[in-house]
């Protein structure tokens, strides 16, 4: 059945891919396919297919169609994304051995921080989750100059922190969104300039809009009741 939830260090969707256009994440994805097989194809149009494959972060790709997918975003900075760097490296792998992951192994890794990252990274990815500081207070707030913690973003995790600022605001929107706000109130709570902005973000990086997930939220909550 459709599902959209957002956790500590991971957001699931569960659903109908319709395909669509190019895109790509701040956060690694790994897609499995409830029946047969899941299909993209990367950005040199190279298709990829299995049980279950992890997109690395900032790759672009395309979905193709699908009538029941289980998708799982994973945030760079958790331990949980140790195993996803080396397993796919920098492109995108078949991951078979997750066929049968589940939203609780997520949730215990999701809270814990990556091994592998610099900890004033990790500190600085966190406080952008939370909310929205100047470049020169994150940085001086984690012992570093500007100039190389945006340097450390890129060469651990593969992305500036604006790209992470946009995923920060996005994970925020579909908070707001899960606590019933409208998508126009969820957009500026968030950060987006309007509704608008975080439809054009969301699609992006998500490959899902604003109306997608909140009737997936709005569908949830009526079996919950």
């Known amino acids: 059945m459709p599902r959209f939830a957002v956790g500590e260090g991971y957001a699931v969707y569960r659903g109908p891919a319709a395909g669509g256009a190019f895109h790509r994440h701040a956060a690694f994805q790994i897609a499995i396919a409830v029946d047969g097989e899941v299909a993209l194809v990367d950005e040199?149009?190279?298709?990829?297919?299995?049980v279950a494959l992890v997109v690395p972060p900032m790759a672009r790709h395309r979905m193709l169609a699908a009538a029941d997918l289980l998708t799982f975003f994973v945030e760079p900075h958790c331990v949980f994304a140790d195993r996803l760097r080396g397993r796919c490296g920098d492109g995108i792998a078949a991951v078979p051995e997750l066929r049968d992951l589940r939203e609780e192994d997520l949730g215990r890794a999701g809270v814990r921080p990556s091994a592998e990252l610099d900890p004033r990274l990790v500190e600085a990815l966190n406080t952008l989750s939370e909310r929205s500081v100047p470049m020169p207070d994150l940085a001086a707030a984690v012992g570093l100059s500007p100039q190389r913690l945006r340097a450390l973003a890129r060469r651990q995790v593969g992305m500036p922190l604006t790209r992470w600022r946009v995923w920060a605001r996005l994970r925020r929107a579909a908070e707001a969104m899960r606590a019933g706000r409208p998508p126009a109130d969820a957009a500026i709570v968030a950060g987006f300039t309007d509704q608008?902005?975080?439809?054009r973000q969301m699609r992006e990086m998500m490959g899902l809009t604003p109306a997608a997930v909140l009737l997936h939220l709005r569908g949830q909550s009526r079996r919950a009741t």
């Open 196 to 199: 608008a902005h975080l439809t």
């Open 44 to 50: 040199r149009d190279t298709p990829h297919r299995g």
